[in-house]
């Protein structure tokens, strides 16, 4: 079963992951080998925090 929602939040995603896939890539093409590293440290943290989702706001 589809969800408009769903599909409208996979589409942002992906313009999102491009965005950063395209900086990453420009500061490499620079020069700018550590302020690449830096950033795509945040995205795999970005990343994680948005895949990795808790089930409930409880604490075990």
């Given amino acids: 079963m589809s969800s408009l ?3 409208a939040d ?9 965005w950063w896939q395209e ?4 500061l490499i093409g620079n020069g700018q080998a550590y302020d690449a ?3 795509f440290e945040d995205f795999e943290l970005e990343r994680k925090l948005t895949i ?5 706001d409880e604490i075990s």
């Fill in 52 to 56: 990795v989702r808790p089930e409930s």
């Fill in 23 to 26: 900086r990453i890539r420009y």
């Fill in 10 to 18: 996979d589409h942002y995603c992906r313009e999102v992951e491009q």
């Fill in 37 to 39: 590293a830096a950033l």
């Fill in 5 to 7: 929602f769903y599909e």
